[in-house]
């Protein structure tokens, strides 16, 4: 096969789980067991080659039952892409619609149209398993990128270096490696002659390459003459000797939080070359690969963490908050914070935990139990107990159950012997436990 | 309550010791009468203390918020109340060349066919050189002697790229590989390993100039809403539920599982030292003598607050925030910039206002910057591309105001690719501010510090 190392491990629920979590949006109820029981091979295979997609549960509504209006409605973007995660049979394929999201980070900020961002994610649903050479060409004359990226304002009369400096330094090549100012100057020409129109209504309109607007002179591009046309300018990105490893690392440090040994890297990089530069095949080795199931965990991003929590507890969309709860969390989707993208090293400080914080309370909203008349026995352990059932038993590290059982026992001490108060404390407690377990270090990461 | 009215000849720390003994006289009120409708706690008791020109809320809302406030206002009692720098990020490489425009060089209006600007103050230590009519509000401050200028900030062979130079900036070196930031690692020098204030990112997320390798620091957005609650969970039980957020981190081999852990106990930290700036009915729990800009962006809000907190004598060292406005200029550049840049420089000039009228301003220096400038033709978009050096700022009583650096000229002082060269280093002016600010070993904090020439900064 490929030459890239497999896990050869037990692959039981907790191993198909963290599968499901770095390929996908974590398991629904008995996901995790049913996937396990496929082996790894099949379970890698179901992921990567998933079938026609299937919405699993009710449509997602916003707070008053409406449906949403993701192209117009600020914010409903956000939500209406959350629900697909939500609900999706596909969870590789959003996973990657993501991934490609941070890695062609385009913000809406700079686009200006919620229409054409839900245009650019469908391009990445719809290609994000096939040839990368096709997805930067797809992406290069992506209208929401022409804007973002001034593509549009690019010109034989007035060139513009935007997206020809990222192409190569974020896109394809890495900061530095294999290409100097000169190849920014020289790729922008060769990527000359995009132009869209504008409409008092519809604002950008008519996206279009138009010849007259085109240099087609001469170009130097890596060593290299040639008349070069935008075209040209992707495939010298992509068959450029310092790309495919960087494709490789990059995309590897989406699913594996631990780098990849030099022969890994290696076997991968051949594999990506040999198959004309897929992406699928390399995603599938990575998925297989067991630095994914023995090495370190990862912070879930934001609105993984999100996602996943609504799909454990079967929670369709019926609420837009999750639209300023991801941004407190740090993630608003179509709104990255630069065209690098998310910085994924770092998703947790103190003011992006209380985000974390946040959503917890909003998930967790329509399950808590009222004091004044819920039945709830007036045991710590059995507290705690019951609070580790509603989010079917996640493993949780000796320090985190210590902090469950000291705050349950403390909680129920301060009833004392009044009455009203062992009716409700224990009540408060249990949601206070569900809430202090979802925000645990065992469930912000996988 | 009016209780303190006699306070104002106690010292800094007496007042808030003597503030936060009132607050937390009678605790708990939350006994009788039960019980409570969901969601109130305690009952609070708002204690305003005026004096010493300053302003502080103390609420006697929790036994835990009190005592570990009164933590930190003891070891910043116990020390000479601590030097502070703030880092203002131009994000997106601000146009050295418009924010002081060289229009006393023949070469500017034959680069700037579009963009040329005209008006504006001049600068008196080099008449070539015009403010931007936007950065009145600095253009002001300089006049008093408060700011220092330098007009082609940077380092050799610049980075083009945004996120590249940013980096080297944010961490005091042209080392791709270095994960704390500079102030991170002065505080990893020189600050303490339990108190997350001292490096204070006042934005989403921590500026990557704060990171550190060990000791803790914080991120807010708004210290007066920096609450937890839960559904349906109130009174004592909530108290011990918050308590439990700072026991969930544990030492684990995992490095994943470890950064969440020692996150909680931040966010604890944090809750407990800011309980005090806790707005509970919607009234500003701060109020100070300054009117700040109006605006939806939270830049001149954020300054407000931090000089109420600096008031209050919380333990603040580094301080980063990002400054309003769009400065990645390549096309529309008149309009966006003059926005930004006229919210940045009122907001500073406010803040610097209200520093002096609480009695701050020495001990509190602003640096303005941005991790490049912008190419010195313009682009045929209105706009300009990425460019090499830069303008920066110093702001603050005790800077020197002294030019640091010249502006170089259009004709001799562009490189190959048409971008201005750097006459200074920002590393230069890091391992001086480290020097002369804070009193420490710059070579502890920047590599290869003693390198590079340290222009004097501080009076």
New interface residues.
Partial sequence: MSGVAVYQGRFGPAEAERLLWRAGFGPRRGEAEALAKLGLEEAVASLAHPGAERLVGPAPRDEKGRPLAPSDAWGQDHVWWLDRMVRTSRPLVERMALVWHDWFATSNIGVGSQRLMLHQNQLFRASGLGSFEHLLQDVTKDPAMLLWLNGSDNSKQSPNENYAREMMELFTLGAGRGYGERDVRQQARALTGFRNGWSRSLGPVRFRFDPAYHDPGTKTIFGRRGTYSWKDSCRLCVTHPDHPSFFVNKLWGYFVADPPDRATQRALEQLYVSTRYEVRPVVEAILRHPVLFEGSRMVKPPVVYNAGLLRTLGRPIDTTAWTWLDAMAGQQLFYPPNVAGWDDSRWLDTATWRGRWWIAQYVLQPFALDPAHAVVPFDARALVDRALAFWHRPALGSATQKALHTFARRALADAGGTSWKRQQYPAMAQNALRHLIAVSPELQTS | MDGCRGCAGLSRSRLLHRALAEAGRGLPAVEPG??LPAGTGLTRRRFLVRGLSAAVAVYGGSRLGFDAFGEGVAAAAARPAPRVLVSVFL?GGADGLSLLSPQGDPLYAKLRPQLALSGGQQLAEDPTLNWHPSLAGIAQLYGEKKVTVMPAIGYTDA??????SRHYWEVGATD?SLRTGWLGRYLDHAGTGDN?LQGL?L????A?SL?TASVPV????SPDQ?N???????????E??L???G????P?S????R???A??S??DR?RRQLLPFQSHDGNPSQTGPTAYPQSDDPFPGRLSALAAMLAAGLPIRCVALTAPGEYDT??DEPTALAQGLQLTADSLLAFQRDLEARGLADRVLVQVWSEFGRRAAE???S?T??GAAGVGFLIGTRATGTMVGEFPGLQDGLDA?GNLRATADFRGVYAALLEQWFGVDAAAVIPHASSFRRPALVT
Avoid: C, K
């Avoid at chain 2, 026991?247 to 544990?250: D, I, R, T, Y």
């Fill in positions: 039960m019980p994000e980075n083009q790229s945004h996120f590249t791709a997350p990112s934005d989403d997320a921590l990557p990171a914080a991120s807010l957005s920096y937890f609650s839960s559904n349906r969970v109130w009174g004592p039980v909530e011990r539920m308590e439990a957020i026991q969930l981190g544990s684990s995992d490095p994943a599982l950064t969440a852990g996150v909680a931040q966010v944090l390549h096309a682009n045929g978009d706009g591309d990425h690719d």
